[in-house]
């Protein structure tokens, strides 16, 4: 993991707590994702709910709401299981455009027993933002943020 995602991933640990409600964790861990991620313009949760994921917390510009399994960037993370580094959103097959102003995604997958719980999602304005360097320290930080569904 980079220095950059070894401090994030601290810093998470610190306001992580399994004793918190979902939703406090979740919206910390977002609010703390959007603002030490460079050239990211929303950082956030979607979460499993019967047959879709469901808009959690977040921060940045409105988003959508309801996304259907296998859809999108986010749908498709969800039904593979395993994370989605898209380095040009506009050419992604089905991309669900809630923000047009991002160029670049990277989605991973939450698991709770063994099942997808939901996704963390974040975009960028930036083309190829997401490197492979960003999707290992964010999947490192999934997996702190999974202790605390």
């Known amino acids: 993991m980079t220095k950059e995602y070894e401090e994030l991933y601290e810093q998470l ?14 919206a910390n861990a977002a609010a703390l994702l959007y603002e030490k991620l460079e050239q ?3 950082a956030g949760f979607y979460l499993c709910h019967e047959d879709a994921l469901w808009l959690g917390p977040f921060g940045g510009k409105t988003a959508c709401v ?7 960037v986010c749908g498709t993370a969800w039904a593979e299981k395993k994370t989605q580094r898209v380095m040009d959103v506009h050419a992604f097959p089905g991309h669900i455009a809630c923000d ?6 990277i989605v991973i997958p939450l698991f709770k027993d063994g099942s997808v719980a939901g996704v963390l999602d974040i975009d960028s304005p930036v083309p ?3 490197l492979p360097c960003d999707q290992e320290g964010l999947e490192e930080i999934a997996h702190l943020i999974e202790a605390v569904l």
């Open 13 to 26: 640990q610190a306001i992580l707590d399994a004793s918190y409600p979902q939703v406090s964790n979740l």
């Open 40 to 42: 990211v313009n929303w």
């Open 66 to 72: 309801r996304i259907g399994y296998h859809k999108g």
């Open 100 to 105: 047009s102003a991002s160029a670049s995604e």
């Open 128 to 130: 190829g933002r997401f």
